[in-house]
């Protein structure tokens, strides 16, 4: 089955700053890519997301890019404000039937003032 | 609208009872989606609901778990002689048919004790 990693577990930047997480995914067959932010104690939300369609796709002050060659994904944050602190996740799922999506283990981005 | 709702918000049984977690998914939703999500870990895949389709039981952990939709929206997923290691948060999430967006309810937070 499909394994996505991310990296880094953890990521602190100065307000200002620029912020990048990566992930990889291991089945070439996965063609969506979703990202969600999770405030402490709230459910996780839909933030950007791309199709393997495209390489690049940028919504304001973020921005995720796609290489499925080498089969990995990232996502940019820039200007980052102290309200992007949270901890983001990426997915990826196939097509088909089923569209379940399979998670990395968290990046928790701290923006400090 | 009104977003994904789940409850109870808070469970805490003991060893070996049984317990029942509800979603009620966006209205007109008609794929339905049970995560669990660690500690510190990421969202791990349980179950899926399309439709009136056999649902996708393949990331259950064991047979002490199971789910049901009645009439195509609210599904309740049962966990039968819990055990410590079932502890997690329990997301449920709904999209429109054919769309790839997940949207994810609140959670409900499971302690076994």
């Known amino acids: 089955g499909e394994n996505v990693e991310q990296h880094p577990s953890t990521l602190s930047v100065q307000e200002g700053d620029s912020a990048v997480i990566k992930c990889t995914y291991s089945d070439s067959a996965s063609n969506y890519f979703p990202w969600y932010k999770q405030e402490l104690g709230k459910r996780p939300q839909l933030i950007i997301d791309?199709?393997?369609?495209?390489g690049e796709k940028k919504d304001q002050r973020i921005a995720v890019t796609l290489n499925k060659t080498a089969k990995h994904f990232s996502l940019h944050i820039t200007e980052t404000q102290p309200e992007d602190s949270a901890v983001y996740f990426c997915a990826a799922s196939q097509g088909g039937s089923n569209y379940k999506l399979t998670f990395g283990k968290g990046t928790l981005l701290t923006v400090n003032p | 609208g009104a977003g994904v709702s789940q409850s109870p918000s808070n469970k805490v049984t003991e060893k070996g009872k049984d317990v029942e977690l509800r979603c009620d998914p966006i209205?007109?939703?008609?794929?339905l989606y049970w995560y669990r999500q660690s500690l510190g870990q990421g969202l791990e895949f349980l179950i899926y609901f399309q439709g009136n389709s056999a649902p996708d039981k393949s990331g259950l952990p064991s047979d002490r778990f199971s789910a049901e939709r009645t009439g195509g929206s609210v599904s309740t997923l049962t966990i039968q002689r819990t055990q410590q290691e079932d502890s997690a948060v329990y997301l449920c999430a709904s999209s429109l048919r054919g769309r790839r967006e997940q949207y994810f309810g609140p959670g409900t937070r499971l302690t076994v004790t």
């Open positions: 209205s007109g939703h008609t794929a």
């Open positions: 791309i199709r393997s369609n495209v």
